[in-house]
Each structure stands twice: as C-alpha cells, then as structure tokens.
T-cell receptor, first 109, second 113 residues
C-alpha cells in the first residue's frame, strides 16, 4: 500500500478555491487515488477517485500529473460547510481502505 | 436503498463488560470494513470482511476483539472485557467491490466507564 502525505491543516475563506495536495511517491501501477471528506461526528464520505490526468464531478476536481507521485484535490468556491477533514487514499482494487491523518480544512467567513 | 446502518449510535459499557456493535451494509454490498477513530485522530483500519470470510484483520487487536459477517444478518464487531482505552467511535463501511466507493455508517460511539 502506498503511503500518503498531506498537509495537516489549511485555512481558506468563503468563495475561494482550495487545492489540497497529496504526495504518494511509491504509488504502484494498479493503484487508484481516492479522496474522502469527513465532518465531525460523521463517517467519511467519498468525494472523487482517479487514476491519471484530470477527473471532475459536481463536487470537486482531481488533478494527477503524469508521474502520479502526487495528486491535488481542488474545491471550487468553498463555503463554510466545506469545513471538514479531507483524506487522500491510494490503493488497488484488492486493497482495504487505509486512511492517513488527513488535512483539516477550516473555511472562514 | 438505505445507507449503511450502524447500531447502536451510542453505547455505554462498564469495564469488563462486552460490547457488540452492529453494521448492516448497503443492499448488494458484500465487502465490509471496520474502523476505530479517537477524537482528533484519523480512522484506524481494524478488519475487512467479505460475506462469511475475514479477509484482513491486521488492524484488530489479537485479544478481546472479534468480527464476523454471517451469510444472513449484519456484521458484528465484538469487544469482550472492555477497558477504558476501547472508548472511541467505531465506523463501518461497505462497498460492492474492494477499493471502490465505500459508504460509511454514522458510527457507534462507545464509552467505557
């Protein structure tokens, strides 16, 4: 299982774009990159998953460079309700989900 | 299609008692994962089960903890002779296949007094 490294915390203001980068230098060929969001006292919620280049859904975008050693979760125009912990996970389709310490995003008015 | 259901939401046990945590996965999901989370910390993997089989229990303490996912009924995480250090939030997740979108329950908050 590839190890991931994320910033411990980030601050932003409402309406700004937030980019959270995750390093996974030893990602394997079959590994996917998945991001989850967790609000206090709730279970994590799937945000987005990708393998390479760019993936976009109604919530976020995921940018993955050609070497796949890092990935960036992009949240457009954050609001107060985006304050949460964001986890980056790397693994293939035979793996259990291993969560790191995540990035605590605080959005201010 | 109901989401992942965990019960109870809150459980209080005295030291030495047994705690039973239940998780009903989403319909059609045969993969279940259990995690433990302490306040202000990340989720720690405990065990991964697929119907009637334990696939990976590398994160689960060898003593006092056990898990099952029977052919019929919910998955059960059982903690025998609980101690204060077992106090935590326990989350269950299910997915149709490994490492695809996993859906989490609301968790069971265990307090050992």
């Amino acid at each position: 299982l590839a190890k991931t490294t994320q910033p411990i915390s980030m601050d932003s203001y409402e309406g700004q774009e937030v980019n959270i980068t995750c390093s996974h230098n030893n990602i394997a060929t079959n590994d996917y990159i998945t991001w989850y969001q967790q609000f206090p006292s709730q279970g994590p919620r799937f945000i987005i998953q990708g393998y390479k280049t760019k993936v976009t859904n109604e919530v976020a975008s995921l940018f993955i460079p050609a070497d796949r050693k890092s990935s960036t979760l992009s949240l457009p125009r954050v609001s107060l309700s985006d304050t949460a912990v964001y986890y980056c996970l790397v693994g293939d389709n035979t793996d259990k989900l291993i969560f790191g310490t995540g990035t605590r995003l605080q959005v201010f008015p | 299609n109901a989401g992942v259901m965990q019960n109870p939401r809150h459980l209080v046990r005295r030291r030495g008692q047994e705690a039973r945590l239940r998780c009903s996965p989403m319909k059609g999901h045969s993969h279940v994962y259990w995690y433990r989370q302490l306040p202000e910390e990340g989720l720690k993997f405990m065990v991964y089960l697929q119907k009637e089989n334990i696939i990976d229990e590398s994160g689960m303490p060898k003593e006092r903890f056990s898990a099952e996912f029977p052919k019929e009924g919910p998955s059960i995480l059982r903690i025998q002779q609980v101690v204060r250090g077992d106090s935590a939030a326990y989350f269950c997740a299910s997915s149709p296949t490994p490492n695809t979108e996993a859906f989490f329950g609301q968790g069971t908050r265990l307090t050992v007094v």
